[in-house]
């Protein structure tokens, strides 16, 4: 199978990541659930039976990531099969290079994502999106899901890209898989984060009675839960 990251990005991708992941973002650790599910479509889509389509929850500034980590190593790892088996095209908003700065704008294109215009209709941009995603060697990966709030962990309205999506798979007569998957976080030390969140609340709202606590802390608690 063919190479789609080669170089230094594949080393990022392959090394890195988890890096990252361990020393800026505090994640620690890395599993993955139901993999057998994926991993039989996945099989149906090397073997041509069907295309494959991957949307994913995109709720943390971490999911980049940590779907790459998943896909670039965790998953290769426990399988024995190469990085390209698994790798999928993950498209994403153009205005994603505005603000993620010089290493993602070098790193980007060098590991086979694509960027799309989600402001405007582009034609070449959308024969590239309907040609990748009814022909390419590589399944899709995309979030669905409207604008995103990295601070309540809420996403928008699922767009009306996915409508097309499996619109050109049925145009072109090509039977489809969509197999949503999604990150969940578990917080090793809840009741720290609780503390320390309560704290600052306390400080912005200017807030020094006790009593306010236990309100302060039911809701947070909730959110890290549920």
Not at 142 to 164: F, S
Request: proline share 5%.
């Amino acid at each position: 199978m063919k190479k789609v990251i080669k170089g230094l990005p594949r080393i990022i991708v392959r090394q890195l990541t988890s890096f990252y992941l361990r020393e800026v973002e505090g994640i620690s650790k890395l599993s993955a659930d139901n993999e057998d599910v994926y991993l039989e479509a996945l099989k149906g889509f090397h073997s041509g039976e069907h295309r494959l389509i991957i949307p994913f929850r995109h709720v943390n500034k971490a999911d980049g990531p940590v779907y790459t980590a998943l896909f670039g190593r965790i998953l290769p790892k426990k399988t024995g099969e190469n990085l390209e088996y698994f790798w999928p095209r993950f498209f994403f908003g153009d205005m994603v290079l505005d603000w993620a700065g010089a290493g993602a704008r070098w790193l980007f294109p060098r590991i086979g994502t694509i960027a799309v215009s989600n402001q405007r209709m582009v034609r070449d941009q959308i024969e590239l999106l309907k040609n990748t995603i009814t022909k390419d060697s590589q399944p899709v990966a995309v979030a669905p899901e409207a604008q995103v709030m990295y601070y309540n962990y809420q996403a928008g309205e699922i767009t009306g890209g996915m409508t097309h999506f499996i619109k050109w798979c049925q145009k072109a007569k090509t039977p489809t898989v969509i197999l949503p998957v999604t990150a969940r976080y578990i917080f090793a030390k809840p009741e720290k984060i609780i503390s320390d969140c309560t704290l600052h609340l306390k400080k912005q709202l200017g807030i020094i009675a006790s009593n306010i606590d236990s309100l302060i802390q039911a809701v947070l608690e909730f959110v890290l839960h549920y």
